[in-house]
């Protein structure tokens, strides 16, 4: 018993948080950690681009070091970058954002997301998000204190979230809708009439939603549908994007949001107490991938895009169903016919044939029974990895 007569009974301290404690390590990981230390193996798990960051986009980053460009930035980001990404929000969508107001450069897109989730949720509040998806969106609700409520998609609904799904899911708690499409780990691409009912929701009943479109340059024969060129939905989205995916910038680690003025302003009060600013470098870097890289894009979607119609043929070919993704570098199919769970699959898989995929559960319960593999790698090492997991499947094959 305390001494102390502040404190009425002796606690039980934990050197952690309930936040930190409330939150799994990233199910990514685990299988990398073994990964790297096996001779001959193959991966089609990091969501990596295995494309180099085009030339002009080094050398512009080389060039601001030569110029002693190696200072802070402002918080909120350079402003040419602001205004370079307004004006691609402008010339893509259709979109009027203030680069001075309603822009803020990050440290990655996954520092917009944790910046999102921060200035906006309160202790109670809920999220409305699909599942499966991307690792971190659960978990940056969590740490803000608000609660994740999981919609489930199916490989029979292509994956999309519907409207009235979400809707049976509302309570008055619910604070936004957190959504990311093209969707990683599926490649799922939302309809744009789909995502106008979803808009129309959101509008009826005062939610924010967060956008998360790092692949939305990374489409196959569909066009990408910006959540905030919707009807009244400039207003109340938090739009996320970046220059990892499309730009093959993922080690640069720089993002954006765009979001109405009180929303970036919250946000950045955050940044400034954490990060201060993105590195100038990178900064520098994506100003020049905005100016001159669309021609990069081009060619290295139409190579994905090659890869892509060659995993999906290979999964299907050696037993594993899988739906045609639209978008992003990944392919998700089912592994139901081995009878195994999607950790057991990919652990054997990596143990006995050297192929390293991502269980699906790392991306939600719905993941269960698929596992995701990235395309973002030679085509020479997908056929080889198809082989590889084509006799791994016909030894395990149920039924």
């Given amino acids: 018993m305390s001494t102390n007569p502040r404190i009425k009974q002796a606690r039980d301290y934990s050197t952690t948080s309930q936040r930190a404690r409330q939150i799994s390590p990233s199910g990514i990981r685990k299988f990398f950690d073994l990964l790297a230390s096996m001779e001959g193996a193959i991966s089609l798990g990091v969501g990596e681009p295995d494309f180099a960051t085009p030339w002009h986009i080094r050398e512009a980053a080389i060039y601001s070091l030569e110029k002693g460009y190696t200072m802070y930035t402002s918080n909120a980001g350079m402003p040419e970058l602001r205004q370079e990404i307004s004006h691609y929000l402008k010339e893509n969508y259709n979109l009027d954002y203030d680069p001075d107001t309603e822009i803020l450069i990050t440290v990655g897109v996954s520092e917009a997301l944790d910046l999102a989730t921060r200035a906006t949720l309160d202790p109670g509040d809920e999220v409305i998000m699909p599942d499966p998806c991307y690792v971190s969106y659960s978990p940056c609700v969590t740490l803000a204190g608000a609660r994740p409520i999981m919609v489930p998609t199916n490989q029979k609904n292509n994956f999309e979230i519907g409207a009235a799904d979400i809707e049976a899911h509302l309570t008055d708690k619910t604070k936004a809708i957190l959504l990311g499409y093209p969707a990683n780990p599926t490649g799922a691409v939302m309809p744009r009439d789909k995502l106008k009912q979803i808009a129309e929701l ?110 999906v043929k290979g999964l299907n070919d050696i037993g594993l169903a899988c739906f045609e993704p639209k978008g992003a570098f990944y392919t998700f199919p089912s592994i139901k016919s081995t009878a195994m769970t999607s950790e057991e699959f990919a652990e054997r898989l990596l143990i006995e044939e050297k192929v390293a995929v991502v269980p699906g559960t790392a991306f939600g319960k719905c993941g269960e029974g698929y596992v995701r593999c990235c395309y973002a790698t030679s085509l020479a090492d997908i056929e080889e990895a198809l082989s590889r997991m ?4 016909k030894k395990h094959k149920k039924g």
Avoid at 390 to 393: A, E, L, M, N, S
Wanted: hydrophobic share 50%; proline share 2%; with cysteine.
């Fill in 390 to 393: 084509g006799r791994f499947v």
């Fill in 202 to 311: 959101a509008d009826r009943h005062h939610l924010l939603v967060i956008s998360d479109e790092i692949y939305a340059k990374l489409v196959y024969g569909v066009e990408h549908t910006c959540v905030a060129t919707l009807a009244e939905m400039q207003g109340r989205t938090i739009l996320l994007g970046g220059f990892s995916k499309a730009f093959a910038m993922t080690g640069w680690r720089i993002g954006y949001a765009a979001a109405p003025k009180e929303i970036t302003a919250a946000m950045a009060k955050i940044h400034q107490y954490t990060m201060l600013c993105a590195p100038i470098m990178g900064q520098m870097a994506a100003l020049e991938a905005l100016r001159s890289g669309e021609a990069d894009i081009t060619e290295m979607v139409a190579d994905y895009n090659r890869r892509r119609l060659v995993m």
